[in-house]
């Protein structure tokens, strides 16, 4: 059974830079064939996907946070990270990590969501 | 404002059949395949159709999907109070380049 767990801070500062890492188990992230996406929801209720990245590196960004975003992998440890820098308010939202079957074809499973605020 | 636009709810008694529309473009939709998640309340979203209309291991016949040009539906038959939930489209969108998703239906069971 695949489980995604998201891990990092609850709390953020304005222009800090958010980091967050997945850690996934029941499945080798280094055996390929999925993507790994991060998506993001909102206090009311918008979901918003973030980005992907594949077990070589490749990444792929949503267009809108492209310069402010940044990806990686550990396969080693069967984690992928996340960086959101230049954090302000409008940040504020549920981060979910999930693997992704193909590039957004679909998302399943999904981590249970760790909830980040910025706030000075 | 999302991309793809979903009533904001939906009602129905059990038993009742009901369905929930997911409107999008020539972009998302028109071109590429729609998935539906369930999202109950504190609860992370989890995939209930994927494809358009195939239903992932374990999740009940009663959920069905289909799509139509640039618009995609999920029907819900025989309702029941365990399907109280949140349910949001998604497609790729590729004028966006990028992962888009429905507002959310706020689905009660009366």
């Known amino acids: 059974q695949v489980q995604l767990q998201e891990s990092g801070p609850g709390l953020v500062k304005p222009s800090q830079t958010l980091s967050l890492t997945c850690s996934v188990s029941g499945v080798y992230m280094n055996s390929g064939g999925y993507y790994w996406s991060w998506i993001r929801q909102y206090p009311g209720k918008g979901l918003e996907w973030l980005g992907y990245i594949y077990y070589s590196g490749s990444t792929y960004y949503n267009r809108s946070l492209k310069s402010r975003l940044s990806l990686s992998i550990d396969t080693s440890k069967n984690q992928f990270s996340l960086k959101l820098s230049s954090m302000t308010a409008a940040d504020t939202a549920i981060y979910y990590c999930?693997?992704?079957?193909?590039?957004?074809?679909?998302?399943?499973?999904w981590g249970q969501g760790t909830l980040v605020t910025v706030s000075s | 404002q999302s991309v793809l636009t979903q009533p904001p709810s939906a009602s129905g008694t059990p038993g009742q059949t009901v369905t929930i529309s997911c409107s999008g473009s020539t972009s998302n939709i028109g071109k590429n395949t729609v998935n539906w998640y369930r999202q109950v309340p504190g609860t992370a979203p989890k995939l209930l159709i994927f494809r358009n209309n195939q239903r992932p291991s374990g999740v009940p016949d009663r959920f069905s999907g289909s799509k139509s040009g640039t618009s995609g539906s999920l029907a819900i038959s025989g309702l029941q109070s365990e399907d109280e939930a949140e349910y949001f489209c998604?497609?790729?969108?590729?004028?966006?380049?990028?992962?888009?998703f429905g507002g959310g239906t706020k689905l009660t069971v009366l």
């Open positions: 998604a497609a790729w969108d590729d004028s966006l380049s990028g992962g888009v």
């Open positions: 999930a693997r992704d079957t193909g590039g957004f074809d679909w998302l399943d499973p």
